[in-house]
């Protein structure tokens, strides 16, 4: 399949992010390409060059990485990805067309890989949730940068 991938970083660019002066990722991600994936982690890790202690990057790209795989994965439609950085606050939230709301679930043993996404979004991000928005719905999640 083709993507759909539209990208636009606007604000300060690669300098560090003043309160009140949002940097931003916005993209679209096309139906079931999960390439699309590393090419997000990719232009996250850029947006947040200069946010954050390291290893709360780190903690950003593999939640992003779940949220958007799950969309790409679980529905049949296109989902839009929009990051905000403001100050030392990170926000995700993937956007998808489908009604159906996903639940954490405990994973068996058997079942490979599958199944932990939401279980680390909710153990590893401040705060995340997923809310009903024009017929369909969007997953969100919060990060501190751990910078006193």
Known sequence: MTSHAQESTVGPGSSATAVGDPARLHRRLGRADLREVSEVRRA??????????PERTDVAELL???????ALVHT????????????????????????????PR??????????RGLLLVQSLADSWG??????????????DGGLA
Do not use: C, M, Y
């Open 64 to 70: 992003t990485s779940e949220i958007v795989t799950n």
């Open 130 to 143: 997923v809310r009903t928005q024009d017929g369909g719905k969007a997953v969100w999640f919060e990060l």
């Open 76 to 103: 049949d439609d296109d989902a839009v990805l929009t990051a905000t950085v403001r100050a030392h606050r990170l926000r995700v939230e993937v956007r998808d067309f489908v009604r159906n709301r996903p639940t």
């Open 44 to 53: 996250l890790r850029e947006l947040l060059l200069h946010w954050g202690k």
């Open 106 to 115: 405990v994973p068996h043993a058997d079942d490979g890989t599958g199944g």
